[in-house]
């Protein structure tokens, strides 16, 4: 191709993210394999004042839960606000017909909180970032 320019953006258009998107998408589905996560969000929030004291954001797709993040204010920890969102996610997860469930985390962040919910490490990026790693958690649903 002699007519293409590379472009490096720090910010980009919606529109060619989605174009990328869909490319990707295409040659899944040339493979037999729709790609069509639907999202799944759950939040703990304060009576009073509504504020968001807990969340975690993720996905389901191909019997799969991902956990993009999880966080608990600095307040509310210690009282049992992760497991509760662990448990409603994998729950949710469970009627969505998921088997499984993958998360990521820090070295500094969450890796004894998931193992203690039955989560284990099947591969780990070293120095992500600098003296620390990137840990990548699996469990079984059921």
Same mark, same amino acid.
Request: glycine content about 8%.
């Given at each position: 191709? !002699?007519?293409?320019? %590379?472009?490096?953006?720090?910010?980009? #258009?919606?529109?060619?993210?989605?174009?990328?998107?869909?490319?990707?998408?295409? +040659? @899944?589905?040339?493979?037999?394999?729709? +790609?069509?996560?639907?999202?799944? @969000?759950?939040?703990?929030?304060? @009576? &009073?004042?509504? &504020?968001?004291?807990?969340?975690? *954001?993720?996905?389901?797709?191909?019997?799969?839960? $991902? %956990?993009?993040?999880?966080?608990?204010?600095?307040?509310? $920890?210690?009282?049992?606000?992760? !497991? *509760?969102?662990?448990?409603?996610?994998?729950?949710?997860?469970?009627? #969505? /017909? =998921?088997?499984?469930?993958?998360?990521? !985390?820090?070295?500094?962040?969450?890796?004894?909180? +998931? $193992?203690? =919910?039955? +989560?284990?490490?099947?591969?780990?990026?070293? @120095?992500?970032?600098? /003296?620390?790693? #990137?840990?990548?958690? #699996?469990?079984?649903?059921?």
């Amino acid at each position: 191709m !002699t007519d293409t320019a %590379i472009s490096i953006e720090t910010i980009s #258009r919606q529109q060619s993210i989605a174009e990328v998107s869909a490319i990707l998408n295409e +040659y @899944n589905k040339d493979c037999g394999l729709v +790609y069509d996560p639907k999202p799944l @969000n759950v939040f703990i929030r304060d @009576n &009073r004042s509504g &504020r968001v004291l807990a969340g975690l *954001q993720g996905s389901t797709h191909w019997d799969w839960l $991902r %956990i993009s993040l999880l966080a608990v204010h600095a307040t509310a $920890r210690s009282k049992g606000l992760g !497991t *509760q969102l662990l448990e409603a996610a994998e729950g949710e997860a469970l009627k #969505r /017909g =998921c088997r499984y469930a993958f998360v990521d !985390t820090y070295s500094f962040q969450a890796l004894p909180f +998931y $193992r203690k =919910c039955g +989560y284990e490490v099947f591969g780990e990026l070293p @120095n992500y970032p600098d /003296g620390h790693s #990137r840990i990548f958690l #699996r469990k079984e649903l059921n």
